[in-house]
């Protein structure tokens, strides 16, 4: 089998699994992330071929949708990349990637490092910018019942992991406590130029949010 056809085998398999998916971890969002992905390895030394399969498998099981557990994802991933007879040493590059992309609070260090790995975090936290980026965020939020804004509860910038996992808050603190943070903790020139603009949008987006909240126009 080819690595294209490993690939759309990743694609197809990836498809069915998400199919029930919540909307902002569906499929839709991989794909996005797989197509970031693709733009900003253009710019990069890496491997497309561990670059594609780790934005393909990213999120095959958030562990926000599995009781917090984060062995799921990277064990799925490696029994399929297995079966479709990828080689051991790209299956273990690519479940590194799953293991360590995740934001967990932004206060946790990071056990792995690769180019390959910045390349598909940046495209993983550019879907969590902008319009797309707002949009999820509501969405999880209205997912979990959670408040818009209750101007009595603070964002909290000092969680660590659990923390952060177990956030009951309302869906506006999550701009303080992630949003607004990843556009100084991109990795790649490009990943940075876009997520400055995303970024910005952000900003004006919660302009107008408080001024609509307030009454003012």
Request: charged residues 25%.
């Amino acid at each position: 089998m080819t690595q294209e056809e490993q690939i759309n085998k990743t694609i197809d398999f990836v498809k069915v699994t998400l199919v029930d998916a919540e909307g902002g971890h569906d499929w839709f969002h991989t794909q996005r992330v797989y197509n970031n992905s693709l733009l900003i390895a253009k710019s990069e030394k890496v491997d497309m071929f561990i670059v594609s399969l780790g934005a393909l498998l990213h999120d095959i099981a958030d562990s926000k949708f599995h009781n917090g557990d984060e062995t799921i994802g990277p064990k799925i991933a490696r029994e399929f990349l297995f079966k479709i007879n990828v080689d051991s040493t790209v299956i273990e590059h690519v479940v590194k990637i799953i293991e360590n992309i995740s934001f967990k609070g932004g206060n946790e260090a990071q056990k792995f490092h690769s180019p390959e790995l910045n390349v598909v975090q940046d495209a993983d936290r550019l879907d969590a910018m902008g319009a797309i980026g707002i949009a999820r965020c509501f969405n999880y939020g209205g997912f979990k019942n959670r408040q818009l804004y209750n101007p009595d509860i603070k964002p909290n910038l000092n969680m660590n992991k659990e923390a952060y996992k177990s956030s009951t808050a309302p869906t506006i603190n999550h701009f303080y406590e992630k949003l607004l943070l990843l556009k100084d903790k991109m990795n790649t020139k490009t990943g940075k130029l876009i997520a400055l603009e995303r970024h910005n949008y952000m900003l004006q987006f919660l302009d107008q949010f408080y001024r609509e909240w307030k009454g003012k126009y």
